[in-house]
């Protein structure tokens, strides 16, 4: 085990035990939840469309709820400047170095926009969006990850309420103080389950 | 760039350095494509990526096995995908499925279209999953595939394709594609989609698919720069799995670079690889070479050897074990080694695990309410699940057992009265759920009911697989499928099914693997066993009946397909698989073989014919014989055919063991090969034997001679090779054993309106029938066609073969197909044939057509001996006219009987001419000059006038002679099996020891055991089965002091706290909560704890493979016990117990039949209730049975009454003469002139031989 996502990170924080049961030993059941199969079907839906696929066909399979997010969604103005679009559903793999400890972050982003100079990542979110982004593990997980990827420290993280459209966002701010904070999660885990 | 490597060559690690290169040069990680065979090597490569890479960025890594190409491709693609599709109702994503959904979408469109005359219905989906992955991977037009059609000539090549084309549309309809739908979807979809990379790292390329290597052909012209390791004497996966050799040098137009060191190892592994293509025995100095008589000697050897190793220093990471049969016996053998074992292959169904079985039924519960349910599983889900007490959950499940049996009770039903606050709310929470969709129900009882924990972590990894089948299949049908349908279909599922659930291997475990996983995941270690190295599922070979794994390659080009091309094809796979395996090692490599398997049949070689002892090592003979006058001729045989006849006692086994030693060591015949030597006996016992002194006359000796039975023989012709396939028979074919034969034809018998009684007698008329190849049109017998025609379609949906077919089956293979004719008339150099007056005319003819090519043929026998030509199909007449015409050697010196025995028989002899002229040929036995005994008393002839005097008188012989000669053997010979227990309840009754022949299967102690202890888990209340039951378990040594259990147990709920004084109470408790397992498991529960001897080790596996064929179609434990008692008491011949050299124990008394005696001897015999009735000696005392018209009605030329009384009073002399001259000293004949039948005095005629003075 050296390769830590965004949700194995927060269980590590939260507690060892069920890190280890989960994600080493897989002790763990698939969980039952039909409400984040809706999620990914309307990540999907957007991915297909920022893609550039024709989504007509495919929307007919969503339900009318599912339906009428979607349309919302795409109103958005992000969605209007196609031309500042870069990647969706971008996967990463950033090695990362500290004090001796090597591992590994990996991830996907939603979106990926770039503005001039800035790069902008989208997180689309089910229901809540993060109401403190600036301290949530994700945007500091992302955003270090992104610097690294688009070498450069102008970027932003955006969360969008798929539900209501709200949006929260925050800056990149402090890389040592980003890796810091990894670490010290990362660090929890016993190493003899680091390899 | 390519690269020439082995897997010792470092050829990821290069690789790997030039994706570093490219991203170092400025390429996007996004524009390299790497793709290595599996899934494992996959997360190695990546892992070895993240190693070297500096820090910061590594990209997003398009690492991909064969198959994630496919499924990565069509998940980024999937918008196109779906808006191709034509039907509507869309999915916003593909169900990349397992294969159980998909096969269950199969099974439908298999109903859809009538495939007339397909025997094998279970196997029909197999068969068409088969083809259809050979199309896929392979990459076959619908052109390409009607040109193998046309090769092949199949007969059902328009169904098929239907049914492939139906099965194409419903997955699309379903948008539901497993790993082999995917590549095909793939295959559409990369000509659409533009091409995202640049470059291309391929690792082995040597094990590449046409389907993936028809992409990179698409891709190239966009490719800058190609990246290719290559084994060229790799593609271990030939055949079935597609692999295909590619010319990669043809392909980019350069040159390959060669990585391969020039080391020994090397050498010898390019040896092995062109050794076994040329058919040539390989031998390194690194190669150990074993071979065994019994399959568990040969896994204990390599346990034992495997425990030194690690004593002195070797790691168990460092060994490895391959074999094709890593079946639970193997498992449980190896799971008794210290070291962490890691079992890398063999089928394990999701039941099996106890846990997750009883959670397999509480999905079912909670889904149906009228639900019966065994009391074992009842047990299991109280003691696993609920964890309810021990002696509650037997007393709960036990009760319930009674009440079903009593009036049916659905087992909610019967829980809602026991008042247990567990059961209770057991009970609610079925209720709660039941009407939530299979996943969340099944969610919902692993939270409640499964302790997550590191004990529980395999049920728990199955669990998940479940969970994620049934999420497949709710994706896929939404509601529309039966939920206890598909509870049903998954518990089924076997795990190793899908390529994709790779486990990960601990890091200091012994790795037990199959051979193509242990290549596949590239495990290198330093000691590697090849295990059942005879077993031909080494070399199986991939043709069924719908699909052909060699003609079905895209790069077949000739006309027609013969089983030349199969054999050389499988041969060129083996040598690759070997060559692999070989480089997988690094110090030593251990080839081991037995003679049997674990059901005590015969292997009949596979890859332990490649490899040999070097010449130096092989041990010259040990056995030295000195031949009398009348043997000598028999060794100095030289070519032809030979004639050898040979009286009773005559030394014919030694001789003829003499003479295959002989030819062994090449004295006779130049350059011959064990495997040029056929000997065919009678009983598969008298093969045994021979096998097991010819073993200890050359114990390094590993490839044997060909010595079976004919039936023996038959299967291999059948087997070997694949030769089946050219009658047309499916690969799963069985050889039906007597009891389900007879399970078969008695229904028949009763369906057809017959008393069951008549069972018997359509057994023997349909192998007759069989046998003598008449028209089922000519047969007059209205009941016997209806009940052969049932039995026949009986047999064909079964895919089973009996005994008879297999003769059949075999002669007409080789009449029919001159190339196995060929491949079994140039090995055959020299034919012995042991027994040869009982040989059938089939036999004969398969004989005559297998020695055909060198003519080397020795028959030995002595038609005076000639017992079952009335009963069974032998045809003595055939041996009369090969002695007639060929040089024959008469053995008629015998040192076994009394002078005056040999006398008497010589008196029969003279008798019989008159009576019966044609009984016996004028060999008279002699003596051996002052060999044999010359007592005066060798002959008691008498007559009783009760049966009981009789049976007194022989129990008084008894007495003295035990008590006089204790050294000295006895036994009792009869003419029919039911006299036996009647003799043996006398004489036990009176406290004499007797031993039966060891044929039904309650005389194995294993088997009986084991019976006992399975009757007693299933009920411990009813007192006559636990008496029955304790009085077994009693026989052995360890309870002989507990004989008041008994007592107990009739008096007392056995299960009470006052039975703890009895060590034997404790240990049934034991198996009784051991009872959770799978019968399998239980049996070697029960074997591993009362069996420590390696011979009654062996008969415990034996007992495994018993109950698992019979649990396979009985499938609840219940049901299969109820089949091993019926079988118990039957004649079994599917299993061939072990036994002690047959050393004669002169402790016990024998009794058998007289036909079962041929071949033994004893000092004193005695031959009791000769009347007239049992063995009539003249015309008149010949009756025939009521059934005897009928039998000959259905020949082609029936016999008349006159001529079958004749023969059988011939027969009758000869069994008479060789009842007497198996006494070496006394011989007692007796007769009772009145007998007891249901407590009437009846009187009876004695035998001629008490009334006619000559025989007197």
């Known amino acids: 085990m050296n390769t830590f996502s965004v949700n194995s990170l927060k269980l590590l924080d939260k507690n060892i035990e069920d890190f280890i049961n989960k994600y080493i030993l897989h002790l763990d059941f698939l969980s039952y939840n039909q409400s984040a199969k809706s999620g990914e079907r309307l990540h999907a839906m957007i991915s297909y469309y920022l893609k550039g696929f024709d989504i007509t066909k495919l929307t007919n399979s969503l339900n009318r709820d599912e339906k009428e997010i979607l349309e919302k969604t795409l109103t958005l103005d992000i969605f209007k400047e196609k031309e500042k679009f870069i990647k969706s559903e971008e996967t990463f793999l950033i090695k990362c170095c500290k004090d001796d400890l090597i591992f590994y972050l990996s991830g996907r982003f939603d979106a990926i926009f770039k503005d001039g100079e800035k790069y902008t990542i989208y997180d689309w979110k089910s229901k809540n969006i993060p109401q403190n982004p600036r301290d949530n593990l994700q945007s500091i997980v992302y955003l270090y990850c992104a610097s690294k990827i688009f070498n450069t420290k102008n970027i932003a993280i955006k969360y969008i309420s798929l539900e209501n459209q709200q949006i929260t966002q925050t800056n990149f701010e402090d890389e040592n103080a980003y890796l810091e904070r990894i670490f010290n999660i990362v660090k929890k885990l016993p190493k003899k389950y680091l390899t | ?1256």
């Open chain 2, 1 to 1256: 760039m390519i690269l020439h490597s082995t897997i010792n060559s470092n050829k990821t690690d290069i690789l790997v350095e030039k994706f570093l290169q490219l991203v170092q040069n400025g390429a996007n990680t996004d524009e390299i494509l790497v793709l290595v065979q599996n899934g494992r090597k996959k997360k190695n490569f990546v892992e070895k990526i993240k190693k070297n890479s500096p820090v910061g960025n590594i990209g997003n890594l398009n690492v991909f096995s064969f198959f994630g190409l496919a499924r990565n491709f069509i998940e980024k693609n999937w918008a196109h995908v779906e808006n191709s599709i034509r039907y509507p109702n869309p999915c916003v994503f593909g169900h990349l499925c397992g294969l159980e959904a998909s096969q269950y979408i199969f099974k439908n469109c298999i109903k859809e279209i009538e495939f007339k005359g397909y025997n094998s219905k279970v196997n029909l989906l197999h068969q068409l999953l088969r083809r259809y992955s050979l199309i896929v991977q392979n990459a076959l037009s619908d052109n390409e595939i009607k040109i193998r059609e046309n090769i092949l000539h199949e007969s059902y090549c328009s169904e098929v394709r239907e049914a492939i084309k139906l099965y194409k549309l419903k997955t699309l309809e379903h948008r539901a594609f497993d790993y082999l739908r995917q590549v095909s979807i793939f295959e559409y979809l990369y000509k659409q989609v533009k091409n995202p990379y640049k470059y291309v790292i391929l690792d082995d390329g040597d094990e590449i698919t046409p389907a993936v290597f028809e992409y990179l052909k698409h891709i190239k012209k966009d490719v800058k720069e190609f990246f290719v390791a290559q084994d060229p004497c790799g593609s271990s996966r030939l055949g079935y799995l597609s692999a295909t050799h590619i010319d990669f040098e043809k392909f980019l137009n350069e040159k390959a670079i060669d990585l391969r060191e020039n080391s020994i190892k090397i050498q010898n592994a390019k040896n092995i690889f062109e050794n076994v293509k040329n058919k040539t025995p390989v031998s390194a100095k690194n190669i150990d070479i074993k071979g065994f008589v019994r399959r568990d000697e040969m896994i204990f050897k390599t346990i034992e050897q495997i425990e030194n190793l690690i004593k002195n220093g070797v790691k168990p990471n460092e060994i490895a074990v391959v074999t094709p049969l890593c079946d639970r016996y193997l498992r449980f053998c190896f799971n008794k080694i210290k070291q962490d074992v890691f079992f890398l292959s063999g089928s394990e169904k999701l039941n099996q695990n106890p846990h997750v079985g009883a959670i397999i039924e509480i999905l079912k519960l909670a889904n149906t309410d009228d639900c019966y349910l065994s009391a074992f599983i009842l047990k299991g889900i109280l003691l696993e699940i609920l964890k309810i007490n021990g002696d509650e959950a037997i007393e709960i499940s036990q009760n319930y057992a009674y009440k079903n049996q009593e009036y049916k009770t659905f087992v909610k039903e019967y829980l809602k009265n026991i008042k247990n606050p567990d059961i209770e709310d057991f009970l609610n929470f079925l209720e709660e759920i039941k009407n939530a969709p299979l996943s969340e129900q099944l969610y919902k009882i692993c939270t409640k009911y499964t302790q997550i924990d590191i004990k529980n972590q395999n049920a728990i990894l199955k669990l998940n697989k479940l969970a994620k089948q049934i999420a497949d299949f709710e994706d896929i049908f939404g509601s529309d499928f039966q939920k206890t349908t598909l509870i049903e279909q998954l518990e089924n599922t076997i795990i190793s099914e899908n390529p994709l659930s790779e486990d990960e291997i601990p890091k200091n475990s012994i790795v037990i693997a199959s051979a193509q996983k242990l290549i596949d995941s590239e495990i290198c270690v330093k000691h590697l066993f090849l295990l059942d190295c005879s077993n031909s599922d080494w070399i199986k070979q991939d043709i069924g009946m719908l699909y052909n794994s060699w003609v079905f390659q895209k790069n077949w080009n000739k006309n027609e397909f013969n089983s030349n091309d199969n054999i050389e094809l499988t041969l060129d796979r083996t040598a690759r698989i070997l060559y692999k395996l070989y480089l997988c090692q690094s110090e030593k490599m251990y080839v081991y073989s037995s003679i049997y398997d674990s059901l005590g049949m015969e292997n009949f070689g596979a890859i332990d014919k490649f490899f040999t002892i070097a010449q130096t090592d092989k041990v010259k003979k040990s056995m030295q014989i000195n031949p009398r006058d009348d043997q000598k001729p028999v060794l100095e045989y030289k070519s032809g055919k030979m004639a050898v006849s040979a009286v009773a006692g005559s030394g014919k086994t030694t001789i003829m063991l003499a003479l295959i030693f002989k030819l062994l060591e090449g004295e006779i015949i130049k350059n011959l090969k064990s495997e040029n030597i056929f000997v065919l006996t009678f009983m598969d016992s008298a093969a045994r034997n021979f096998k097991e002194r010819i073993k200890q006359n050359y114990p390094d000796m590993v490839e044997m001679p060909q010595i079976s039975t004919i039936h023996g023989l038959a299967l291999r012709i059948l087997k070997e090779n694949n030769n089946y396939t050219f009658l047309g028979l499916d690969n799963d074919f069985e050889i039906i054993d007597e009891n389900k034969r007879r399970e078969i034809i008695a229904s028949a018998t009763v369906n057809a309106g017959l008393d069951y009684s008549k069972t018997d007698l359509y057994e023997r008329a349909i192998s007759d029938f069989k046998n003598d190849g008449e028209n089922l049109k000519n047969i007059k017998s209205p009941s016997f066609k209806r009940i052969f025609t049932t039995y026949n379609s009986e047999m064909k949906e079964n895919n089973f073969l009996d005994y008879d077919d297999l003769l059949i089956f075999a002669l007409k293979l080789l009449k029919t197909n001159s190339d196995v004719l060929n491949y079994y008339q140039n090995l055959a150099r020299v034919i012995i044939e042991d027994e040869a007056q009982d040989s059938s005319p089939v036999q004969q003819e398969l004989l005559n057509l297998i020695g055909g090519k060198w003519g080397n043929i020795i028959r030995c026998g002595d038609v005076n001996q000639a017992i079952t030509a009335t009963f069974s199909n032998s045809d003595v007449k055939g041996f009369k006219k090969f002695i007639k015409e060929n040089p024959n050697v008469e053995m008629n010196k015998s040192q076994r009987c009394a002078i005056k025995i040999i006398d008497y028989a010589n008196k029969i002899i003279d008798r019989a001419s008159k009576l019966a002229p044609e009984a016996f040929l004028n060999i008279k036995m002699q003596p051996v000059e002052g060999k044999n005994a010359n007592n005066n008393d060798a002959i008691t002839l008498k007559l009783f006038e009760k049966s009981q005097d009789e049976k007194e008188f022989i129990f008084e012989k008894i007495t003295k002679i035990k008590k006089q000669y204790p050294q000295k053997t006895i036994g009792i010979l009869l003419r029919s099996n039911w006299q036996i227990k009647t003799f043996c309840d006398f004489l036990e009754g009176k406290n004499i020891k007797v031993q039966k022949d060891n044929y039904i299967l309650n005389d194995n102690p294993v088997f009986k055991t084991v019976l006992a202890v399975f009757n007693f888990i299933n009920d411990t209340k009813s007192k006559k089965n636990l008496e029955k039951c304790l009085n077994i378990m009693l026989e052995m040594p360890q309870y002989k002091d507990e004989g008041e259990i008994l007592n107990y147990a009739q008096n007392k709920d056995f299960l009470s706290q006052e039975g703890s004084k009895y060590s034997l109470w404790w240990d049934l408790k034991y198996f009784l909560l051991k009872s959770t397992l799978t019968p399998m498991e239980l049996v070697l529960e029960i074997g591993d704890f009362y069996y420590k001897n390696t011979l009654e080790f062996a008969n415990v596996s034996m007992v495994y493979s018993i109950v698992d064929k019979i649990y396979q179609t009985h499938k609840s434990f219940e049901q299969t016990l109820l089949r091993l008692n019926e079988i118990s008491n039957r004649v079994n011949k599917s299993a061939k117990f072990f036994s002690e050299e047959k050393t004669q124990n002169t402790d016990t008394i024998k009794v058998m039949t007289l036909h079962k005696s041929k071949g033994d001897e004893f000092d004193f015999v005695f031959i009791p209730e000769l009347s007239a009735d049992n063995l009539g000696l003249k015309i008149e005392d010949i009756k025939l049975k009521e059934s005897s018209d009928f039998i000959q009605s259905i020949k082609q030329k029936p016999k008349t009454s006159e001529t079958l009384k004749q023969e059988i009073l011939e027969e009758n002399y000869r069994l008479f003469y060789v009842g007497i001259t198996r006494a070496k000293i006394r011989l007692y004949l007796t007769c009772a002139k009145t007998f007891k039948m249901y407590n009437k005095e009846k009187t009876q005629n004695p035998c001629e031989i008490f009334t006619n003075e000559v025989a007197k």
